[in-house]
């Protein structure tokens, strides 16, 4: 294990000595910076396998999982209607833990939180990162930056960019159409909220074309942001997208469906 040089290891000390470290969600007295305390991190579930290998919904249940045409494990969601985008990843469960770290980074002006976010999403998406080549935040409309003072989408792609090493673009995509709030929207209701409300920037054709690219946003809930963005983006040229989130909402269809209808799934084909 390689030691931080000896500048680094005294710059910490002066610092812990200064602010001492305080959990990321409740404040609490921690031994490191940028950390959650014992409770917050049992409160704040990370994702991990088994998930589908699509949209990234953890099961609750193995016996959800249903075999594509590739072997992999997907939901019956994605084998009936695949998404637009080719994989999605997330973090954290959206959850009463990862909210104390999610809401305040969003409404409450904690932009330091980015960082620590990022770091977790990189893990969680480490494959996704690895193949893409440029890297995309799900934009605002700009009332509403002008009301928050930042994208919350923005500040975890650039921290993601540092990172990975990987290019990033604020301002290929553009939210032209103002939308309500999605919060307590279904599915319908979010689809037909935000058709037609991203759009390319212009000359932002030229800078995609061809390429894969890795589509950034703070939760993902229904889908339906993340493939308006998507069907904007492969309409402009793009190879491919995939999404990283850092963190999903459960998804209550697969919840509710601890016993799957027999019968043969439909299948799905993976390039």
């Not at 075999?67 to 985008?85: H, I, K, T, V, W």
């Not at 809401?103 to 990022?118: C, I």
């Not at 995609?208 to 492969?234: E, K, P, Y």
Request: one cysteine or more.
């Amino acid at each position: 294990m390689t030691l931080a040089p000896p500048w680094r290891r005294l710059g910490g000390a002066v610092l812990d000595a200064l602010l001492p470290p305080r959990c990321l969600g409740c404040g609490e007295a921690v031994l490191q910076h940028g950390t959650l305390c014992a409770p917050c991190f049992a409160a704040t579930p990370q994702i991990t396998p088994p998930c589908c290998d699509a949209c990234g919904v953890p099961f609750a249940d193995p016996t959800q999982a249903e075999q594509g045409e590739d072997g992999a494990p997907y939901c019956s969601r994605c084998l009936m209607a695949p998404p637009l985008y080719g994989r999605a990843r997330a973090a954290f469960l959206y959850t009463e833990g990862s909210k104390r770290l999610l809401l305040p980074f969003k409404h409450g002006d904690r932009a330091e939180l980015a960082g620590p976010l990022a770091r977790q999403m990189a893990y969680a998406g480490r494959e996704l990162l690895a193949r893409a080549e440029l890297i995309v935040p799900v934009p605002l409309h700009r009332w509403r930056l002008l009301r928050r003072r930042y994208n919350q989408a923005a500040l975890l792609a650039a921290a993601l960019s540092r990172l990975s090493g990987r290019p990033w673009a604020p301002d290929l995509l553009r939210r032209p159409r103002r939308t309500a709030s999605l919060g307590e929207k279904g599915l319908a209701a979010r689809l037909a909220a935000v058709a037609g409300a991203f759009a390319l920037a212009p000359g932002a054709a030229g800078r995609i074309a061809g390429r894969r690219l890795l589509l950034v946003d703070d939760v993902l809930t229904t889908g339906a942001t993340a493939g308006a963005c998507c069907h904007v983006l492969l309409q402009g040229g793009a190879a491919a997208v995939d999404v990283l989130a850092a963190a999903r909402v459960p998804d209550p269809w697969l919840e509710a469906e601890s016993n799957p209808p027999e019968g043969p799934a439909a299948t799905r084909q993976r390039s």
